[in-house]
């Protein structure tokens, strides 16, 4: 990722809009800010939720609150809880995220 074009600033979370966005169970509320090409987001997954499809975007994830399972294709299944963070690249390892209790994360991609 190249970030170019881009002032310092800050973000005020508490006054970015909200978007809800459904998965095959659950739901999910997503906060995003574009700078250029790059899309920075809180998220909060409510209890129980499993995305409706397989990602295949990259993403530098956080997770602040909560615990988040991501499932690869290939069976793998990683666990974070606050403090942990993963890593992936656009068209690496095709993944999916599900919490049983909800988690609240913080999105790079």
Known sequence: MKMNGI??????WSGVPK??????????????RHFGKVRVRMVEYSPGYL??????KGHIL?????ELATELADGRVFVLKPGMSYQVADDAEPHR?????????????
């Open 62 to 66: 956080l997770c602040l609150e909560g």
């Open 97 to 109: 995220s599900s919490t049983s209790g909800g988690a609240k994360l913080f999105i790079v991609d």
């Open 51 to 56: 995305a409706d499809h397989w990602c295949v």
């Open 19 to 32: 978007a809800r966005h459904e998965g095959e169970r659950g739901f999910a509320i997503w906060q995003t």
């Open 7 to 12: 002032p310092f600033g800050t973000t005020d």
